[in-house]
């Protein structure tokens, strides 16, 4: 995709996104109404609940260099022997936006002409946090319908590899094969296989080789006014099909039309679950993290079948 048609695409979609904040539904969720939202609970048949989450790394491995920090801070070996009453203690730490671990990315994490989306500033991105449009701006969650679009599935594959690009025409076969459709206030969930393939060829450098979608195909979520777009890989591939623009999904999604992505999620039990319930729409609720002025936050969303 030339620069040019990429500059194009943008504008295009960029004019049909709303202010930053409307009737407090920042971006895209505010095609999440209310209605929605309770109209989203008769999704749940059996009441089962999946993550869509993958455990969180702690070792070092070739997509994952500086991995989370989980210390125990308590007991110590004399309390572990003692009578007395005493807690187990833990500290926590990671990277965010890494190429391994489950996480939201806030609407205040893409920077682009020198602007976030809906024209704010960049330079409300500060040393001491975001001013605006942080994960905060979630702390109420995010309730609706979710749909799961399973492309391996579609192409009789269990993953796509490295390199390859999900299309608008994937998308709406996967629709037609599952018997489910995308619709306003929707989140999308786009499975390519990544973890799948993580988990049986080993993990390798993501950074520069992942599966994701092809930047035309993010006119497929203007179209069908979906809230989030989640994915068990990055969303964007690597390559880049746009030159000198290394994350072209993230810059249409996030910064021309206000949809929050999730990166990294695992689909393969929630894939089983909707293939046994023959059906590939759930109710969905994600709760990401309380922290003012942060750009993302780890996640793990739960789908209720």
């Known amino acids: 995709m030339s620069a040019h048609d990429f500059r194009t695409l943008y504008e295009r979609l960029r004019g049909r996104a709303a202010p930053p904040a409307v009737e407090g539904r920042c971006g895209a969720l505010r095609h999440l109404t209310?209605?929605?939202v309770a109209a989203a609970a008769a999704e749940v048949r059996v009441g089962r609940t999946v993550s869509l989450a993958a455990p969180i790394d702690t070792v070092p491995g070739p997509?994952?260099?500086e991995p989370a920090v989980h210390r125990m801070t308590g007991p110590s070996p004399d309390d572990v022997g003692s009578d007395?009453?005493?807690f187990a203690t833990d500290r926590f730490a990671m990277n965010v936006h890494g190429d391994a671990d489950s996480h939201l990315d806030a609407l205040c994490h893409v920077m682009f002409d020198g602007e976030l989306y809906g024209r704010?500033?960049?330079?409300?991105?500060?040393?001491?946090g975001a001013r605006r449009l942080s994960v905060d701006l979630l702390s109420a969650g995010i309730v609706g319908r979710g749909v799961l679009l399973d492309i391996p599935r579609l192409r009789g594959v269990p993953w796509l590899e490295p390199g390859d690009h999900v299309t608008s025409d994937d998308?709406?076969?996967?629709?037609?094969a599952q018997g489910v459709r995308a619709g306003?206030?929707?989140l999308l969930f786009v499975r390519v296989g990544h973890r799948l393939r993580r988990t049986e060829r080993g993990p390798w450098n993501a950074a520069e080789a992942r599966v994701g979608l092809h930047p035309t195909a993010v006119e497929f979520?203007?179209?069908?006014?979906?809230s989030v777009l989640g994915g068990d890989g990055n969303n964007d591939t690597a390559p880049s099909a746009v030159k000198d623009i290394a994350f072209p999904v993230h810059v249409l999604a996030i910064h021309a039309l206000g949809i929050h992505l999730m990166d990294y999620l695992r689909f393969e039990d929630l894939g089983a679950a909707c293939a046994e319930a023959g059906r590939w729409s759930f109710l969905c609720v994600v709760a990401p993290l309380r922290l003012p002025g942060a750009t993302g936050s780890p996640v793990n969303p739960i789908a209720v079948l």
């Open 120 to 128: 704010v500033p960049a330079s409300t991105v500060t040393a001491e």
């Open 63 to 65: 997509d994952d260099p």
């Open 171 to 176: 998308l709406t076969a996967a629709e037609a």
């Open 84 to 86: 007395a009453l005493h």
């Open 34 to 36: 209310p209605e929605r």
């Open 184 to 186: 306003p206030g929707d």
């Open 221 to 226: 979520l203007a179209e069908r006014e979906v």
